[in-house]
């Protein structure tokens, strides 16, 4: 199945792919999320565990998943229906394809509440208002935004439609150049902040938090979140760089680029960490602070840097940047498959899809105020949804991605796709066993009986 059928266009180099897979990627999951999850699971030890997931899970899964976009070349849910058919194998495969596309509702519907929490930051710090201000004032300004829904509804409002206006205008026009941009200054953001978090005299407790290994600390629920921040960081297990590996021209190397993607990804997930922790200890707060840590840390830095309100502002601007090309690519899978099968456009299927997140997202809005008392299993809303998707629904995608990719697809298949050389046999090991024995033996060790 060699033939070009693009459905919905193609990119138009290389470098776009690497662009908007990294896009994909890089987002509030390394911004955000990374450094409050690795403060509230004891720092080292979750880190290794993670970085250890990324490498001999996450890689070759991500080769995975962009091989079986490019070779079906439709909505994940689509994709897998066509390849099991190729490979003569059950038509249910497609099933694979709905978790993804339902996983990504469900995280789009938070993702763009907290990527409300950073548009409002960017008035809050770029206006001024947090200059000097001391570590009580930045957790009292962020308590306040998470105590009123309304804000926060509104700003959530604001992401998504945002978000789908840039995804009803297609993959070349939207989602290209809208990451273009924001990539490299987010990098920058990232060295003047981690240079700040040397000179703030927490530097050296903040890296041996971050860095030395303190296993006793690691329960099998720590495990099982960091392979699932794993999975969160990179995209993967949701069909959405399935999505993107379908507009991928042939003869791009599949695995040189989830290289170059994961290594990024991995390094600004570390670099914002190392800019966090150290503002933490300077400022004897606690890491294990929750989903406030960012917000209620890195103002203070901003407040006591030369120029730090104009810092602050293009800081969270970025973070927003960031967050919008992942939310693009949660959502890119529904948009596919609304626009092939049930022949919505483009648009439409981009505004329905948005509708449905935008509901689901007011849940948590409500979670961290009014309706925090709602819980199940112990969680809020919030909490229960993140927990379903990032440690169950993404994980158990994965396996299903690594089982089809090495074991479903023929061998001819799959080889002729990577054009990998040598180190394909090392791709098919990963695929065929770690990757699945490895999230199946965290899954037991989650539950208590390893
Ligand atoms: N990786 C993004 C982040 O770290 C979020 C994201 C985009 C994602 N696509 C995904 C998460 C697919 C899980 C699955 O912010």
């Known amino acids: ?24 990627a890089i987002g509030l999951g390394n911004i955000w999320k990374f450094p409050y999850l690795a403060g ?28 079986l976009g490019r070779r079906g070349r439709q909505s994940p849910i ?27 509702f469900l995280i789009l ?51 998504m439609v945002a978000t789908m206006l840039i995804v009803s205008r297609g993959i070349n026009e939207g989602l290209e150049r809208a990451t273009r941009v924001m990539m490299p200054g987010l990098l920058i953001m990232l060295v003047v902040l981690d240079i ?34 794993a999975f ?13 590996g379908s507009y991928l021209p042939d003869h791009v190397s599949i695995a040189k680029s989830s290289l170059v993607v994961a290594a990024a990804d991995t390094l600004v997930a570390l670099m914002a960490g190392a800019a966090i922790f150290p503002i933490v200890f300077a400022n004897q707060l606690e890491p294990g602070m929750g989903p406030g840590l960012i917000f ?10 030369p120029g730090g309100s104009l810092f602050g502002l293009v800081f969270f601007l970025l973070v927003f940047f960031a ?64 927990f379903l998707t990032a440690d169950i629904m993404l994980p158990v995608g994965g396996i299903l991605v690594a089982v089809f990719a090495g074991w479903i697809v023929k061998r001819e298949a799959s080889e002729a796709e990577l054009e990998m050389g040598g180190a394909y046999g090392l791709w098919r090991a990963l695929a065929r066993y770690v990757a699945p024995f490895g999230v199946g033996l965290v899954f037991l060790r989650a539950i208590g009986i390893l």
């Open 1 to 24: 199945m060699t033939e070009q059928r693009f459905l919905h266009g193609q990119w138009s180099s290389r470098m776009a792919f690497i662009l908007a897979a990294s896009g994909s």
């Open 40 to 67: 509230d699971n004891g720092g080292g030890a979750f880190v290794i565990v993670y970085l250890l997931c990324v490498v001999a899970i996450g890689i070759p899964i991500m080769i995975a998943e962009t091989m």
């Open 78 to 104: 689509n994709t897998m229906l066509s390849l099991a058919e190729e490979a003569k194998a059950s038509p249910h495969w497609h099933y694979a394809g709905w978790l993804g596309v339902t996983a990504g």
């Open 109 to 159: 519907s938070y993702y763009s509440v907290i990527a409300g929490w950073s548009m409002a930051y960017i008035l809050k710090v770029g206006g001024g208002f947090m200059e000097h201000a001391s570590a009580a004032t930045a957790q009292s300004v962020f308590l306040e935004l998470k105590a009123s829904p309304d804000i926060q509804a509104i700003w959530h409002t604001a992401f």
């Open 196 to 229: 700040y978090a040397m000179t703030t005299g927490g530097f050296g407790q903040g890296m041996a938090f971050l860095f030395e290994p303190d296993f006793s600390k690691l329960s099998g629920a720590s495990v099982l979140t960091a392979m699932g921040q």
């Open 232 to 244: 969160f960081s990179l995209g993967l297990g949701m069909g959405s760089i399935m999505v993107y």
């Open 296 to 305: 209620e840390t890195l103002p203070i830095a901003f407040g006591k840097m």
């Open 323 to 386: 967050a919008i090309t992942s939310a693009i690519a949660l959502i890119e899978p529904a948009v596919a498959y609304l626009s092939e099968n049930r022949g919505l456009s483009r648009a439409a299927a981009a505004w329905w899809s948005g509708l449905v997140c935008w509901a689901l997202g007011l849940g948590t809005v409500f979670s961290f105020n009014a309706g925090s008392g709602a819980t199940w299993f112990g969680k809020n809303f919030f909490e229960l949804v993140d």
